[in-house]
């Protein structure tokens, strides 16, 4: 158990919805990171949060959002959703409190699968 | 900026026989450089990382690998295979800290999928 919770672990939606994917990093870590697998892009980066500011951002369209609470957790909203969106979506978090440098490593949740029909 | 390429998007071997997964990497800066493991419906798992030091790595379930900066390589190996190790091994890159330490993106290889024939 990496101690990264993601919900809902599998949504099954239509074309032109939107949903939210939870997650709660690892206690005591600041920084959260989504990414999406799917089978013809592998694992692409979509966006980082470190303390609630947004750090990095990566391959994410413009449909998709992301947010970073005071709590910690983290929501990724994906909006207008294409049947190309399916894929499973990663939480991972890093960076503890007190450790800024960390040991480099990310810690990931069990991801939320996502299918559009 | 960072890459990687895994070479071999599938490998198999011989329950008993070596393991050996290819990663080479791209990096601007000195990496920090991982190997994860997925197996089915699950999330990904650190099997070893390198970041300073020793630049042969051992991991968890008897993986080890070694970092060769002139070959800008990262390959994974396992002197034994075992039938529980037929699954999805990435890896991937980091650059090093120039933000204080706190953009930490890792960028994945497209990963390859290791079966463990009987």
């Known amino acids: 158990d990496s101690g990264v919770t993601q919900t809902p672990k599998h949504l099954i939606t239509a074309t032109g919805q939107r949903v939210t994917l939870r997650c709660s990093p690892r206690s005591g870590d600041l920084s959260v990171y989504w990414y999406q697998q799917s089978l013809d892009q592998g694992l692409q980066f979509l966006i980082q949060y470190y303390n609630g500011e947004e750090r990095a951002k990566g391959n994410i369209l413009e449909r998709f959002s992301a947010q970073q609470f005071p709590d910690l957790h983290s929501e990724l909203n994906l909006s207008s959703l294409e049947l190309g969106d399916s894929a499973l979506y990663f939480c991972?978090?890093?960076?503890?409190?007190?450790?800024?440098?960390?040991?480099?490593?990310?810690?990931f949740g069990e991801g939320s699968r996502l299918t559009v029909l | 900026a960072q890459s990687v390429t895994q070479l071999g998007s599938h490998v198999s071997v011989s329950e008993g026989a070596l393991v050996l997964l290819r990663c080479n990497y791209s990096?601007?800066?000195?990496?920090?450089l991982f190997w994860y493991v997925q197996y089915p419906n699950q999330g990904l798992q650190l099997l070893l990382k390198y970041t300073t030091g020793a630049t042969l790595v051992k991991g968890i379930n008897g993986f080890e690998a070694e970092f060769k900066k002139s070959e800008t390589s990262f390959h994974l190996t396992k002197p034994s295979a075992h039938m529980s190790d037929a699954t999805e091994y990435f890896c991937a890159v980091r650059g090093r800290a120039h933000r204080g330490g706190s953009n930490y993106k890792l960028t994945f290889g497209k990963g390859t999928l290791l079966t463990v024939n009987p």
């Open positions: 991972a978090s890093s960076v503890r409190v007190g450790d800024p440098k960390g040991t480099g490593e990310l810690f």
């Open positions: 990096s601007s800066v000195p990496p920090y």
